[in-house]
């Protein structure tokens, strides 16, 4: 158990619909990261929060939109869902090192199918 | 972000030692060197980093040449539950995390 949890585990859905990830943080941990993994393909950097705002944001598409709660958990919703969206999406967070170094704990990820 | 160059796959058998290299010959002086890996369809689980001193912890060795080019993830014993995708990643302290392709590690009996 990394301490990063996610629910759920796995959801099937279908095209045009609409779904929440949810993203609970390892406790002490104010970043949480989104990536996205599609079948055989690397892992895309979506977004990223840091207590409660939005501090970085990669290849995100404007269907998908994520938040940062005050208890710091997480949620990614993905909207007018299509088949290509059908994916592994893990969530990690992070602590930073006195040195600087940035560490992230990654969950156990929420697989996605969309028929 | 410096960009790293890995091999994609390469084979290890089971007891010996997996050297796995990387190539960053563009980092610059306050970025890290960070390793993770993602076995099949599991979360990415980080291994180790280092700035410019080798480093050692019960998962592996990370060995950076003195000039900072290139470094050396080397898992002293390896067992079949280390078959994975190991990622190399140079990156400075407030910059996002991206993965590359990595090293597709398979360890044989």
């Known amino acids: 158990d990394s301490g990063v949890t996610q629910t759920p585990k796995h959801l099937i859905t279908a095209t045009g619909q609409r779904v929440t990830l949810r993203c609970s943080p390892r406790?002490?941990?104010?970043?949480v990261y989104w990536y996205q993994q599609s079948l055989d393909q690397g892992l895309q950097f979506l977004i990223q929060?840091?207590?409660?705002?939005?501090?970085a944001k990669g290849n995100i598409l404007e269907r998908f939109s994520a938040q940062q709660f005050p208890d710091l958990h997480s949620e990614l919703n993905l909207s007018s869902l299509e088949l290509g969206d059908s994916a592994l999406y893990f969530c990690?967070?992070?602590?930073?090192?006195?040195?600087?170094?940035?560490?992230?704990?990654f969950g156990a990820g929420s697989r996605l199918t969309v028929l | 972000d410096a960009k790293t160059t890995q091999p994609p796959s390469m084979d290890c058998a089971e007891g010996r030692a997996a050297n796995l290299p990387c190539n960053h010959s563009?980092?610059?002086?306050?970025?890290?060197v960070y390793w993770y890996r993602q076995i099949h369809s599991q979360g990415p689980q980080y291994i180790i980093h280092?700035?410019?001193n080798n480093e050692t912890n019960e998962m592996a060795s990370l060995i950076i040449t003195e000039d900072r080019k290139s470094s050396t993830l080397i898992l002293p014993h390896a067992t079949l539950r280390d078959t994975a995708v190991y990622y190399c990643?140079?990156?400075?302290?407030?910059?996002?995390?991206?993965f590359g392709t990595g090293t597709r590690l398979q360890v044989t009996l």
């Open positions: 990690a967070s992070s602590a930073i090192y006195s040195s600087g170094a940035n560490v992230l704990t």
């Open positions: 929060y840091y207590n409660g705002e939005e501090r």
């Open positions: 990643i140079a990156l400075g302290t407030a910059s996002k995390l991206t």
């Open positions: 280092g700035l410019k």
């Open positions: 563009t980092i610059s002086g306050n970025e890290y």
């Open positions: 406790s002490g941990d104010l970043s």
